[in-house]
């Protein structure tokens, strides 16, 4: 598809794509339209924000019947089988504010990685992003 300006769009479903991608892995999408610096910072951001927040307050803090429980979805669907493994055969338990801030650091960095998932779909669309960047 070409636009007014004679400049190719890309089609709707490598858009898809690109934010399915970086929904499954923080990082992919980026790295699929080529930004592989801005991909490896994002991977390794939200990666720390979800092992220091399970770190604090242990696999229970991912509990679908938490209000956290959506935001930590956004990070990635893995969220979920973490969630599956904490209420499933293996019992843990966490209490008070290591839970809470657990769930709070859990929960921003799945926020942090849907604003990543729309970078990621709107650099694609606009095939230019930073200038100077690889």
Partial sequence: MTDRSGMK????????????????????????????????????????AVLIGLWIGSLAVIDSKA???????????MM??????????VSIESFGRAREIGQIYTGVAGMLNLLCVV??????????????EK
């Fill in 9 to 48: 769009t890309p089609q709707p479903i490598f858009l898809i794509l690109v934010g399915v991608l970086a929904w499954w892995v923080p990082g992919l999408g980026h790295l699929v339209i080529g930004k592989g610096r801005r991909a490896a910072i994002i991977f390794f951001s939200i990666l720390f």
């Fill in 67 to 77: 209000p956290w429980y959506w935001a930590q979805l956004l990070c990635s669907p």
């Fill in 80 to 89: 979920a089988m973490v969630g599956h493994i904490s209420v499933g055969g």
């Fill in 119 to 132: 970078n990621a779909v709107y650099l694609a669309h606009c095939k230019s992003g930073v200038e100077g």
